[in-house]
């Protein structure tokens, strides 16, 4: 079996780059990869490399984010269920400010996002329980929630069409909301 992907840069936001595992099936199940250095450093820039990795498992109806920082990328997927995952563009500078692309991401769509800096990372678990990955690359020290800009995940300037009304929030998204 080799390790491959088809890596794609997105139409809409460029400088994020859609990566489809190659997947071998047989009567046990399933494999893919997810990350090797080989294929995705070259698509971060020079010297920065992925050094830090976390699992999320959220139910049915949870939105996270959209939250980000400037110095932070990440490489996002969802290993078990089906989350939509959205990327926003949140650089002030920049013409794509606030505009934003959608991935239904589950086992018969597996895909591998990545997020450069000063892009929103959000998702909403549309599966009973589903268990996100994602990789990060970062310049100096992490940078966690306080750090981080937040956006609200029913922003009007956004506009997400997230399918739901009243979906499951963390007290930050739920600060994010009043602002």
């Given amino acids: 079996m080799a390790i491959e992907f088809e890596i794609q840069e997105s139409k809409n936001l460029k400088g994020v780059y859609i990566i489809t595992p190659n997947k071998f ?32 498992h959220s139910h049915h109806n949870v939105i996270r984010g959209i939250h980000g920082d400037t110095k932070t990328y990440k490489l996002v997927t969802c290993v078990y269920g089906q989350i939509h995952q959205v990327v926003v563009d949140c ?31 959000a998702y909403r678990v549309s599966s009973q329980n589903a268990v996100y990955y994602y990789k990060c690359a970062y310049i100096g020290e992490y940078a966690d929630a306080p750090d981080q800009f937040t956006y609200a995940w029913n922003d009007e300037r956004i506009g997400i069409d997230w399918g739901i009304s009243d979906p499951i929030l963390s007290e930050r998204d739920l600060l994010a909301n009043k602002k």
């Fill in 91 to 121: 650089r002030l500078d920049s013409p794509n400010f606030l505009k934003w692309e959608k991935f239904i991401i589950d086992s018969n769509h597996q895909q591998i996002i990545l997020l450069p800096a000063g892009f929103g990372n």
């Fill in 25 to 56: 099936k047989d009567s046990r199940g399933e494999i893919w990869t997810a990350f090797t250095s080989e294929a995705i450093d070259k698509l971060l820039p020079n010297g920065l490399r992925f050094i830090h990795d976390k699992f999320i």
